[in-house]
């Protein structure tokens, strides 16, 4: 048995994680740790070939089927895509000089998703800076289906699922899928509504399971299937990220050290030396980071919002040192006060936690998340006892 096991099942049942799929590969060996059960009706349990939504781990592979392309001479990373897919973003004279690297490592000053806030426009000049954009990953696969002639479903199966035997993987749902598919669940562990995408969509409809994942990062690994350069490209920085969070879209009066930078599909901690992504569409949440030197890799699936929280405890068991990425991406940790006094307040009852809710200077936001993990459990007492000491505490408000 693996050596983190024990750790990672502990953990799913602290965060209230219904089911998990994990994976680690090394140079010889892939070793699987399963935890809880996919949800819904029947509690069957979760394995290596249960079915997840990828969320964001989509892009790293889409970014495989664009490099592969580019080593063809389809097109290349200093293309200008408006020359590929004219007339994309109409009065845009800025996105002109828009390439393929920079919708690969999200510096093409697109916005993550297009909002009343945020029109589907560039917000600064293209290569200035890094910005997370899945609208910059839907605009490349628009250029590379225009490019091509194929869907990107089509390629992706025919340039890495097939060769990679990556069978129960796809941008679009798949029946074969529902015979062994994860449910999702809300941060409370509580089952919460989903979809199966119909169209396929570069930046998050990836459907997959840790076995076919971990092929994948073994591929990643081995710079299967790419020149020795365009694979030495994608795990090199092409722009350091110099911001808290992932959208920076208005510029800042100063500059941070984060520890981060983006590849060509895959976000990087130079200084540890790894490479890493994460996946959240909300239910369903995921995480990967490998580290070439060694020829290990780690991945995992989970179908609970609160996956994330997970990440630093169980990555900490198999990648020892600072992990700057779990800094910027900036999720609460399941060890965070906010989360062990949910928890205590559960076990104990939510009048004889409060005194440490109080020491612990929990903030409005955080106490709204108790009250609302104790409605989500069925504690409605308990909740409204807290919902009434909370808002009228010094410092609250409601």
């Known amino acids: 048995m693996p050596s983190w096991k024990p750790a990672f099942l502990r953990l799913l049942e602290e965060a209230a994680v219904p089911g998990a799929a994990a994976a680690l590969v090394e140079a010889n060996r892939t070793d699987f740790v399963n935890g809880g059960v996919r949800g819904g009706s029947a509690a069957a349990p979760v394995d290596e070939f249960t079915v997840f939504d990828a969320a964001s781990l989509s892009k790293p592979v889409f970014a495989h089927v664009v490099l592969q392309l580019v080593d063809r001479g389809q097109l290349g990373l200093d293309t200008r895509v408006e020359e590929c897919l004219p007339g994309y973003l109409r009065g845009d004279d800025r996105s002109k000089s828009i390439t393929v690297r920079h919708l690969l490592s999200h510096s093409g000053g697109l916005p993550n998703w297009r909002n009343a806030d945020y029109p589907l426009r560039t917000w600064f000049q293209p290569g200035e800076r890094f ?200 999720y609460v940790a399941n060890d965070a006060p906010v989360r062990r006094l949910f928890r205590a307040a559960l076990l104990h009852g939510v009048e004889a936690t409060w005194p440490e809710m109080q020491r612990s200077e929990l903030t409005p936001a955080e106490l709204r998340w108790i009250v609302q993990g104790l409605n989500a459990r069925g504690l409605e007492r308990e909740s409204s006892w807290l919902r009434v000491r909370s808002t009228s505490a010094p410092g609250h408000s409601p």
């Open 131 to 330: 910005s997370y954009s899945g609208e910059g990953y839907l605009y490349l696969q628009r250029v590379i289906e225009s490019v091509t002639g194929e869907s990107l479903e089509a390629l992706v199966t025919r340039l890495v699922l097939e060769p990679l035997s990556m069978e129960r993987t796809s941008f679009i749902w798949r029946p074969r899928f529902d015979d062994n598919r994860a449910r999702l669940h809300d941060a409370f562990g509580m089952p919460a509504l989903g979809n199966k995408p119909a169209e396929a969509n570069a930046a998050w409809s990836l459907q997959t399971c840790t076995a076919d994942y971990a092929r994948f990062l073994r591929a990643v690994l081995a710079g299967s299937r790419l020149g020795s350069e365009t694979s030495r490209l994608w795990l090199s920085p092409q722009v350091e990220v110099k911001h808290p969070g992932i959208q920076w879209l208005e510029p800042s009066a100063e500059d941070l050290a984060t520890g981060v930078a983006w590849g060509l599909g895959w976000g990087l901690e130079p200084g540890a030396g790894t490479f890493f992504h994460w996946g959240d569409n909300g239910p369903f949440t995921a995480f990967t980071l490998a580290k070439p030197q060694e020829g290990r890799a780690f991945v995992v699936f989970t179908n609970a919002a609160s996956g994330m929280s997970i990440m630093p405890e169980l990555l900490a068991s198999m990648f020892p040192g600072d992990h700057p990425s779990l800094r910027w991406l900036g």
